[in-house]
Every structure is written in C-alpha cells, then in structure tokens.
C-alpha cells in the first residue's frame, strides 16, 4: 500500500510541450521534495517545501515549477519541455527535523 | 558544489560472501550520511545512517563513518541474491536538512 503516490507512472511528451507530474503523501509529513535521477546523473534534488512553502531551490531552469494545494500534495509543472528533461523524477517526503526521506515510485518523462 | 564520490562503480560477490562498498564527500561541512538501496526499476529506499564516527551495526549491514576523512562505508555479511541492488550514498548539511547529495552508487550483483 503506497504512502507516497506518483502519477502518472510513465509520460511521453513532445519537445516544447508542458506536463504536471503529480505527488500525493498520506505518512503525515510536512516536508516534501523533488528529485531527478537519469542515466546521465547520480539522484539529484530539486526543491524542498515545509509547510507548503519552498524552503531550497537547487534547480536553474524557471522552467520546473512546484505546486503545493494541500500540505499533504507537491506536484511539479515542467514546462516548454526539452529532450534532456528526460529522467526518472521521484517525489520524497519526511518529518521535518527527521532526516529520513522517504521516496514515491517515480514517474518515469521521456521527451521526444 | 559538493561532491559525494562512491567506490566501486560495480561490485560481484558470491552468495554468503562480504560485500564492503566506499563513499567520501568532498564537503566539510556535511553532518549527516546515509545509504539507500535501490532495485532495479524500484525508488530508493533507505538502508542505514550515520551521524557520528565509529560503527553501526543492523543485521548483516555495518556501517562505519570516519567524519575526519568524510569517509563512510558500508559492508554487507553473508550476501543475498535479494542484496542485488544500487547502493546509494547520501550526505547532507545540518543547515540544508532534506538536501541529500547522492553519489552515483555501487551496483552490487550476488551471483549464486
């Protein structure tokens, strides 16, 4: 039984288009996190949030945009997509002032 | 930008043998280390951590951390083909919780 849902599981999309890879958790934690993981680099972060609100940013591109509706939700917006956007993005969260970080399944983008 | 170098790359021991796998950070200021196993298609799963020097042992998992050299390792007794995974190292900053920086892993293969 997932505690950390990520939706889809697999996502095709075309160069320039845009998609929302979306991350629910239901372990009662208030941080959550974005992570990319592709055959070219080790798992990397992205961003953290702590109580809905970006606490760390590590990504250049204005291109990815978290999204926090609820605390327990942290979906990711990629935007004007590009072939190296390519990678397996895993959403994590943990109890904030506990180091653990637990990891959703992933949504594996390929952009053609 | 730090850097969290893991040894080796791959790793094939036989089934009962000991699997002992390397990691050094490059950042003085980490605090914190963990590692994560992670099967084939599968998201990240955390094994162990180590916040302070000396050894830890779970099972058939001991790990040990040397804070002075940013040296961590971690071996596995008695080898499972179930033990068949990447293997992740992760540091992190007291200042920075949630910001894990991953090594690029050791991919472990138990043969029979």
């Known amino acids: 039984d997932p505690k950390i849902i990520q939706k889809p599981k697999y996502l095709v999309a075309v160069t320039g288009s845009e998609k929302i890879l979306i991350c629910e958790q239901y372990?009662?934690?208030?941080?959550m996190y974005w992570y990319r993981q592709s055959a070219k680099k080790p798992l990397e972060f992205m961003f953290s949030y702590s109580y809905q609100k970006l606490m760390d940013n590590q990504t250049a591109s204005s291109r990815f945009q978290p999204q926090s509706s609820k605390k327990n939700h942290l979906d990711l917006q990629i935007t004007a997509l590009k072939p190296d956007d390519s990678a397996t993005y895993f959403c994590?969260?943990?109890?904030?002032?506990?180091?653990?970080?637990?990891f959703g399944s992933g949504t594996r983008l390929t952009v053609l | 930008q730090q850097k969290v170098q893991q040894s080796p790359e791959s790793l094939i021991v036989p089934e009962g043998g000991m699997a002992s796998l390397n990691c050094t950070s490059s950042?003085?200021?980490?605090?914190y280390f963990w590692w994560y196993r992670q099967h084939s298609g599968k998201s990240p799963k955390m094994l162990m951590s180590i916040f302070s020097n000396g050894e830890k042992e779970e099972g058939r998992f001991t790990v040990h951390l040397n804070k002075a050299s940013l040296h961590t390792s971690l071996h596995i007794r008695d080898s499972q083909p179930s033990d068949s995974a990447l293997y992740l190292c992760a540091a992190v900053r007291g200042s920075a919780l949630g910001r894990l920086h991953f090594g690029a892993g050791t991919q472990l293969i138990v043969i029979p």
């Open positions: 994590a969260s943990s109890q904030e002032g506990k180091e653990t970080l637990y």
């Open positions: 372990l009662g934690h208030n941080a």
């Open positions: 950042d003085r200021n980490v605090d």
